[in-house]
């Protein structure tokens, strides 16, 4: 129903606000200081991007919101993916979200680009079980 969108990736990205789908890849990608598409074929495949925390401190919300598509070519994925994060890292020297504890696709993808999962929290106005992410610029 939401077009190419990871169904887990969307949810996590509204269940902390209680608002539609829509509305939080729009809030998403007008509060990012940079955004990037992903395309395969001329489709987009993956929106994502770096968002400003606080008008105070280094803390930068990076979020990604991934089609099922990212999937059929994950080796190319993977081996620019982890380099793309750490170019962001030198720019944003903290970046931080929360991730659903039931996204584990996404966990595993953070993981892998050098996050840090910390201990499940419940989180937003409906009480749901979220990991904080994190990394730090080393």
Not at 14 to 36: Q, Y
Not at 38 to 63: C, I, S, T, Y
Not at 64 to 80: G, T
Not at 100 to 117: A, D, K, P, T
Request: charged share 25%; hydrophobic share 45%.
């Amino acid at each position: 129903p939401y077009g190419n969108l990871d169904c887990a990736d969307a949810q996590g990205a509204c269940d902390t606000a209680d608002v539609s789908i829509c509305r939080a890849i729009v809030e998403s990608v007008r509060g990012s200081r940079v955004c990037f598409c992903v395309k395969r074929n001329g489709a987009a495949v993956m929106l994502f991007g770096v968002a400003r925390r606080a008008l105070l401190g280094d803390e930068h919300v990076v979020w990604a919101l991934a089609s099922e598509e990212i999937e059929r070519a994950p080796f190319v994925f993977l081996r620019h993916c982890r380099r793309v994060v750490e170019r962001l890292n030198e720019v944003f020297p903290v970046m931080v979200n929360f991730v659903g504890v039931w996204n584990e696709q996404s966990l595993r993808w953070l993981r892998w680009c050098g996050f840090r999962v910390l201990d499940a929290r419940r989180i937003g106005i409906h009480g749901e079980w979220f990991y904080p992410v994190i990394k730090r610029r080393v």
